[in-house]
């Protein structure tokens, strides 16, 4: 599973997952940043196989590098 | 899709359901008001004691994987867009994994939809997928992927018949491995 607020997705309780620094609704990363989105994906399965109990997280080193987002009156680079 | 009954613990559902009923009828005006977090500062979270754990035993290169997004993803023309309810729309769309995404949109009204509507890959990465495919780094990818609206308030449907659903739709798929990306 992937996520980008630590709060919302640890009371779940998901086997295993990988936490990205980008805003919601874009957890690859901007529009049209294929490298990007292919690194992050990659690294996402690659998770898969290295957390080796439950529970276990991995933290994207990625940050947003497009404009930020802006949604209901707020500008979002990252999370909710 | 298949209705199974759900192997998960679910002895949460009937006192979460009692707290929804209460709930729900104070939270909708605020909630119709886009108005999430005071909504919510009330709502019934569930919480959970166990986390369910299969390692997984085979490599990338040989797992059947499937996705599911909660971005709310439809297909143009063809499916009808999710619902905007206070409640949250229940529906799960299953969209074949060599669908063009370009002809999906998203109806997801609790989030950014721009980065979705210029490049669908941001939220469910078909490309990339395709790309690791091509190069034998991911075994497969499963018939179908799935799609529903993130924003749900009955935790209820999700446990007994979406992810149960789901679930179900994967064994026939023979999917090793799934990823769920929320929004």
């Given at each position: 599973?992937?996520g980008?607020?630590?709060a919302r997705?640890?009371?779940?309780?998901?086997?295993?997952?990988?936490?990205v620094?980008?805003p919601?609704?874009?957890?690859?990363?901007?529009?049209?940043?294929?490298?990007?989105q292919r690194?992050?994906?990659?690294?996402t399965?690659?998770?898969?196989?290295t957390?080796?109990?439950?529970g276990?997280k991995?933290e994207m080193?990625?940050r947003?590098e497009?404009?930020?987002?802006?949604?209901r009156?707020?500008?979002?680079t990252?999370?909710? | 899709?298949?209705?199974v009954?759900?192997k998960?613990?679910?002895?949460w559902?009937?006192?979460?359901?009692e707290?929804?009923r209460e709930?729900?009828?104070?939270?909708?005006?605020?909630?119709?008001?886009?108005?999430?977090p005071?909504?919510?500062?009330?709502?019934p979270?569930?919480?959970?004691?166990?986390?369910?754990?299969s390692?997984?035993?085979?490599?990338?290169s040989?797992?059947?994987?499937?996705?599911?997004?909660?971005?709310g993803?439809y297909?143009?023309?063809?499916?009808?867009?999710?619902?905007?309810t206070a409640e949250g729309?229940?529906?799960?769309i299953?969209?074949?994994?060599?669908?063009?995404?370009?002809?999906?949109?998203?109806a997801?009204t609790?989030?950014?939809?721009?980065?979705?509507r210029a490049d669908?890959n941001?939220?469910l990465?078909?490309?990339?997928l395709?790309?690791?495919v091509?190069e034998?780094?991911?075994?497969s990818?499963?018939?179908?992927?799935f799609?529903?609206?993130?924003?749900?308030?009955?935790?209820d449907k999700v446990?007994?018949?979406?992810?149960p659903?789901i679930a179900?739709?994967?064994?026939?798929?023979?999917?090793?491995?799934a990823?769920?990306v929320?929004?």
């Amino acid at each position: 599973m992937m996520g980008n607020v630590p709060a919302r997705v640890e009371p779940v309780r998901p086997p295993r997952w990988v936490y990205v620094r980008f805003p919601r609704g874009a957890m690859f990363g901007e529009p049209g940043n294929r490298t990007k989105q292919r690194r992050v994906l990659e690294e996402t399965l690659e998770a898969a196989k290295t957390i080796q109990e439950p529970g276990g997280k991995v933290e994207m080193p990625y940050r947003w590098e497009g404009k930020p987002i802006s949604f209901r009156g707020r500008e979002i680079t990252e999370g909710p | 899709m298949v209705a199974v009954s759900p192997k998960a613990e679910v002895s949460w559902v009937q006192g979460f359901r009692e707290k929804w009923r209460e709930w729900f009828p104070v939270a909708k005006p605020l909630l119709q008001a886009h108005q999430g977090p005071a909504a919510f500062k009330t709502y019934p979270f569930v919480s959970f004691s166990q986390t369910p754990w299969s390692p997984l035993r085979i490599p990338l290169s040989e797992v059947c994987l499937a996705v599911v997004s909660t971005a709310g993803l439809y297909r143009k023309g063809i499916d009808a867009p999710f619902a905007d309810t206070a409640e949250g729309d229940p529906r799960v769309i299953q969209l074949p994994s060599n669908i063009d995404p370009k002809s999906l949109d998203t109806a997801h009204t609790h989030i950014p939809q721009e980065p979705i509507r210029a490049d669908v890959n941001v939220a469910l990465p078909f490309d990339p997928l395709r790309d690791l495919v091509k190069e034998k780094k991911v075994g497969s990818l499963a018939l179908r992927f799935f799609s529903f609206v993130g924003y749900q308030t009955r935790a209820d449907k999700v446990a007994l018949e979406m992810a149960p659903n789901i679930a179900a739709a994967m064994v026939e798929d023979k999917v090793t491995l799934a990823l769920i990306v929320p929004v």
